[in-house]
């Protein structure tokens, strides 16, 4: 099981977004930017869906998910890879859903995407890029 340590948790609490990227289940990808996120355990990422579109049609068909944050400050940054599941009730989505709505009332979040982490990879530059961590 994948760990997400207290500095990737600062990372992507300091992310401007992070980069969602799917397959279809033949393998097409599609990448997206996430306003909406953040890390809700030690190897769970919510997001919240209010624009998704084919991210959701690609996680119904698979649910593999690759998740990118990073920290223009300092130059941190990680990958996450895992399974992705959908709720749309329940304490998950609710929360996600006041953190939109306390961002951007506005807005009206259709579903939380749960990301189960299982592997976390270094994406920060220098002689540990890609290496994995957990």
Known sequence: MAKITEEMKEVAGK???FAVAT???EGLPNVVSIGFGKVISDDEILLMNV???KTIENIKANPKVAI???DMGSLKGYQFKGNAR???SGATFDEG???VKSMMPQLSPKA???VKVDS???TTPGPDAGKQVS
Do not use: D, N
């Open 15 to 17: 992310a401007k977004g």
């Open 23 to 25: 397959a279809t289940k």
């Open 86 to 88: 959908i709720e749309t």
């Open 68 to 70: 990118s944050v990073w």
């Open 51 to 53: 624009f998704m579109k």
């Open 112 to 114: 939380a995407v749960i």
């Open 97 to 99: 859903v006041k953190v």
């Open 120 to 122: 976390i990879y270094v």
